[in-house]
């Protein structure tokens, strides 16, 4: 039972580690298309 336990958690380390990768170039590609959106915006507020 004990080794079970301890797979349990290395798999479930292994799959939040995963995860948070993930999720991290993820937020990074949202925050940069946002960033990209929100320069346009200006640029086009400016030359009106």
């Not at 993930?22 to 915006?41: C, D, G, M, Y």
């Amino acid at each position: 039972f004990f080794y079970y336990c301890l797979y349990c958690v290395r798999y479930i380390s292994f799959f939040v580690t995963f995860w948070l990768s993930k999720l991290e170039s993820f937020i990074a590609f949202l925050s940069k298309s946002f960033l990209e959106k929100v320069t346009k915006f200006n640029i086009t507020k400016e030359s009106d």
